[in-house]
Each structure stands twice: as structure tokens, then as C-alpha cells.
């Protein structure tokens, strides 16, 4: 008999009454600012378009090829994408295939050389007659604005904004924020999906966003992340939460937030332009193998037929109006609760992957109640010299000592280390941070998406996210975790006799190493966060 579930976390939900002092400060600190900037508004959810999802259409060699290649019209394929060009090639794949539609969502969707060429693969199709959805959260569109507005003016392109600033659009993020201080609180709250579907057929989500850095093609740091192409069943469910996000009243047309007085040739132009590189980039340099033995799809899609691995999937995906709703209701319709339950109630082991690591009161002591019932538990997240959140590994931090004692074998990634991994792709000088958002429950469940640990997953970010029964996807993901825990991290663990934490790796040689303080770590960032990290709330982290 299943053993019973602990209470829900609700105290990892924070009600909007909590952020009432922070804001105050805010208020105090940016109002002049605020007054000299002036504010606006912005059009309302009335002026834009309601679509729906294009039906697969029987035509589409995309659609062909899910057909042959499902066992059962209710299991779902699965493909995980470990490497990062084979993850950026598959995306590519599956655009340059479309024939009727594409919808697409990110969090990020950088103006880089990956952004510029994925953005340029969009246009081509939109060209040959493919209806093309893209939506996008507002958060990190400052570089990106005048590129998602010109490609607005394109024929079957529509871009979309997820919760979009009102104003002061070119002043940089601090000038968004300013402009737009008296909304603070709606602005708070974004999407964090990562969604790519293609003719209603294929989907690929993840934690890897639209950028260089996630699909090793950066120069100074590199995401170590995972996601999966999916076929059958779940595509279903994908589909309709794009369009239960693209028909909400948070998102809303770039062309109504970000004006241009150029007519729409000229903005085609200005475009055609802005990708010009992409255009001309070299095609993708790929390694022949991934870490699971798989090679890059496109000669398998041109054979008609894809190796997946088959189970019965689960699609989880927040509402779009999380964190504006009841943070009762919020909680209880959250990807967040639904995810935990079925790690909470784990009945021989739980493996996770989280980049930020931040499990609150209720959080360690479901870790705790796991480790009185005996259920091994192994996590991987970030150090502090691998994080690009530092203040974040504070909160962390200060739950690391109680994860142990509750049993947790505890790993943090260190830059130094990913740097000699070579099954998961080639690093180089480059650093490589942790980016995976994973969960393998019993060795029977996994769970792939884009929801952390912390606090604003469970509460202000919307997530996306599968779980899969299937033993054989379960095997892959532990194979792939374990690549990453085994060669690029160190185990923290209490020093016999002192009790106070160490890092341990042993080398190629089996040479054991120890550190007494947090390897690779500056005494500045050290000290950084020990003086700052207390004055930060937790929520806010």
C-alpha cells in the first residue's frame, strides 16, 4: 500500500499580503524616479485576435511519420535531447518540416546567433504558407524588441507578449520596472514555459530557452540541460495549453506594446536585415552521438520512422494566471503541487535535478519524512561557483545541513569538472551550470519540464512540464543524471567528527578530494552572500 502523502507545502506559497513590505520599499525608493519617467497602460486583452490550434493534417510528412511510428494512439514517444546542438538541431528539424503550423513559446528568445537563426528558420516557413504562433515573455526582450517587432510584419507570423511592460520599452529592464512601478506586482508573474510544436504532430519541451548558452554555442558558459522531443498522446495536451495561453488576457500582440512608425515593408526589410547572418551561418557542427547512443533526427524523420521510447504521459501545466489568482486555488491547480505529490509519495528512490534549490519549511520536511520511510533520495543542483544566482544559493544554502542529516545524497555541480566531461558534449575553456529541471521517481516515473525548486516556480513563474511512465525512459534519465553527478559534481557530506560540510570527487584514478569550503568559490562571493543573503527574504528569491 502506497505510503501517505504529507500535508501539501502551502507554506511554500506566498500570499499576496507578504510582498506588502518589500513593495512599500520599492515604492519609496522608485516613486520620484517613477514620476520623472511617467507611467502608462496598456491596451486591453479586446484588441487582439482569439486562434486555435491547426487540426494535423494527413499531408504533413510530420504527421506521417507520428503515425508510423506510435505503437498505441494513447502512449506517448519520447526522445530525450541531452546534447545541446542535437537539441538545437531537432528544433530546426522540426521547423524546416512544417507544413501547416508552428507554435512556439519561450521564456527566453534571445537576439543572438541562435535566436537569429531559429527566428530565420520561422520566417522560411511563414514564407512557404506555415502559420507561425510566437509567444514570448516580456522579461528579457529588451535586446529583442525591435527584432520580434519586425518580425510581427511578416505574412503568417503573429508574436505575441506575456505579460508585457507598458512603457520605456527601449530604457533597458531597470527602466521597464520603473516605468511601470505602480505594477509591480502583475509584472512579478512569468512564464517560464519552453514549448516548440510542430503541424500538431511533434513537441519539444524542456528547460532549454532560445539562446546560445543552452545549446553550447556560447563562449564563456555553457547550460548543462535536458529536454525531449514527444510524439502521440501528449502532444494533444501540449497543443491545447498553447492555445490556453495565447488566448489569455495576460499576453497580447507585440505590434500593440511596441510601436513602430515604419509601414510594414520597411520593417520587413529592417528584418530581413536583423537576421542577415542567419541567413548565411554555416550549417550545425555535430558530434555523430549523444550520450545515449542516439544521433541527430533528421535521418531518422527522413526515414519516416523515429526511435522513441513509449509510455503513458502526463502533461502538467500551470494556468496563466498563476499568481494573480487565490494563492489557495493557485496551489492546488499548480504544476508545482501536482509534481511534488507524485515525488512526495515515492515509495524506494527519488532522483532530482534542480538548478535553484530552494525547498522552504514544508519542503525539507518532506525531504525528512522521506528519509523516516527509508526512500533513497539523490539530488544534483548547482554550487556557488557554478550558479548565475548566487543570492539564490543562499537560500539554499541555509537548508543544506538539514538535507543531509535527512539522508539526501547531496551533489553540487563545479564548473572545473564539467569542463572534463565529455559525454555530455564538448565544454572547452567554457564553464558548464546546471540547468535541468528532472525528476526520476522509483525508476519508473520521470518527470521533464521547466519548474525548480523554489519559490517562484511553486508561486509566481507559470511552468510546463510531462511525466512519463515508462521503465526504459526512467533507465535513460538516470544515465544521463548520473553522467552529470558522477563526472561534474562534488558530494557534500557531513566531516566525520567536526560535522562540518566538505566536498568530495574522486578523479579518473579514483583519487579522492577533498574540500573543507566551497570549491572553485571566491572569498568575495563568499562573503557576498553571507552578508546579503540575510537581508533577502526568502520569497523574494
Request: proline fraction near 7%.
Amino acid at each position: 500500500m502506497p505510503a501517505q502523502a504529507p500535508p501539501p507545502p502551502t507554506s511554500m506559497i506566498n500570499p499576496p499580503g507578504s510582498r506588502a513590505p518589500a513593495l512599500a520599499a520599492l515604492l519609496g525608493l522608485l516613486l520620484l524616479a517613477a514620476a520623472l519617467t511617467g507611467c502608462g497602460s496598456l491596451p486591453t486583452a479586446a484588441q487582439r485576435s482569439v486562434s486555435q490550434a491547426l487540426p494535423p493534417s494527413p499531408t504533413s510528412p510530420l504527421v506521417q511519420t507520428a503515425a508510423r511510428s506510435a505503437p498505441s494512439q494513447d502512449l506517448t514517444g519520447v526522445r530525450l535531447l541531452p546534447l545541446g546542438l542535437h537539441a538545437l538541431d531537432a528544433r530546426l528539424q522540426l521547423i524546416d518540416r512544417a507544413r501547416h503550423s508552428l507554435d512556439v513559446k519561450y521564456y527566453v528568445f534571445d537576439n543572438d546567433s541562435t535566436g537569429r537563426l531559429v527566428l530565420a528558420r520561422l520566417a522560411s516557413a511563414a514564407a512557404r504558407g506555415v502559420r507561425v504562433r510566437l509567444l514570448v515573455d516580456d522579461l528579457y526582450t529588451t535586446h529583442t524588441d525591435a527584432l520580434l517587432r519586425a518580425a510581427a510584419a511578416l505574412p503568417n507570423v503573429e508574436v505575441r507578449l506575456f505579460n508585457p511592460f507598458c512603457c520605456a520599452r527601449s530604457s533597458g529592464l531597470a527602466g521597464r520596472f520603473t516605468a511601470s512601478l505602480f505594477d509591480v506586482y502583475r509584472l512579478n508573474h512569468r512564464m517560464h514555459n519552453k514549448l516548440l510544436v510542430a503541424d500538431g504532430a511533434m513537441a519539444i519541451t524542456g528547460g532549454r530557452n532560445i539562446a546560445d548558452d543552452y545549446f553550447q554555442r556560447g563562449s564563456q558558459h555553457h547550460f548543462i540541460d535536458l529536454d525531449a522531443l514527444f510524439v502521440g498522446a501528449a502532444v494533444v495536451d501540449l497543443v491545447t495549453t498553447f492555445d490556453r495561453y495565447w488566448n489569455s488576457p495576460q499576453v497580447l500582440p507585440v505590434e500593440l506594446v511596441s510601436h513602430s512608425d515604419l509601414p510594414p515593408d520597411a520593417l520587413r526589410e529592417r528584418f530581413a536585415a536583423l537576421i542577415a547572418d542567419a541567413r548565411t551561418a554555416a550549417p550545425l557542427q555535430m558530434p555523430a552521438l549523444d550520450a545515449l547512443g542516439y544521433g541527430p533526427v533528421g535521418p531518422e524523420l527522413d526515414d519516416g520512422r523515429l526511435a522513441l521510447i513509449w509510455g503513458r504521459a502526463v502533461v502538467l501545466v500551470d494556468p496563466p494566471d498563476k499568481g494573480v489568482r487565490d494563492a489557495d486555488l493557485a496551489w492546488k491547480d499548480s504544476l508545482a503541487y501536482q509534481a511534488l505529490m507524485k515525488i512526495w509519495t515515492a515509495e524506494r528512490d527519488v532522483v532530482i535535478t534542480s538548478p535553484y534549490l530552494i525547498p522552504g519549511p514544508l519542503g525539507i520536511g518532506a525531504f525528512e519524512a522521506l528519509g523516516r520511510r527509508q526512500v533513497r533520495v539523490t539530488v544534483l543542483t548547482n554550487s556557488l561557483a557554478a550558479t548565475d544566482e548566487p543570492l539564490v544559493h543562499t537560500g539554499y544554502a541555509r537548508y543544506r545541513p538539514r538535507l543531509i542529516d535527512a539522508g539526501v545524497q547531496l551533489y553540487e555541480l563545479v564548473p572545473s569538472r564539467t569542463q572534463q566531461t565529455k559525454r555530455l558534449g564538448v565544454f572547452g575553456s567554457s564553464s558548464g551550470r546546471l540547468h535541468a529541471k528532472t525528476a526520476v521517481v522509483d525508476g519508473d516515473k520521470s518527470f521533464i519540464g521547466t519548474m525548480n525548486l523554489d519559490p517562484r516556480s511553486r508561486t509566481q513563474n507559470t511552468e510546463l512540464g510531462v511525466f512519463v511512465e515508462s521503465r526504459a525512459l526512467a533507465s535513460e534519465m538516470l544515465r544521463v543524471i548520473d553522467a552529470n553527478r558522477e563526472q561534474s559534481a562534488y558530494r557534500v557530506r557531513r566531516a566525520p567528527g567536526s560535522g562540518q560540510l566538505q566536498w568530495l570527487a574522486r578523479d579518473g584514478d579514483q583519487v579522492e578530494t577533498v574540500h573543507d569550503i566551497e570549491p572553485e568559490s571566491t572569498l568575495w562571493l563568499r562573503l557576498h552572500n553571507l552578508l546579503l543573503g540575510v537581508l533577502v527574504p526568502e520569497q523574494l528569491l
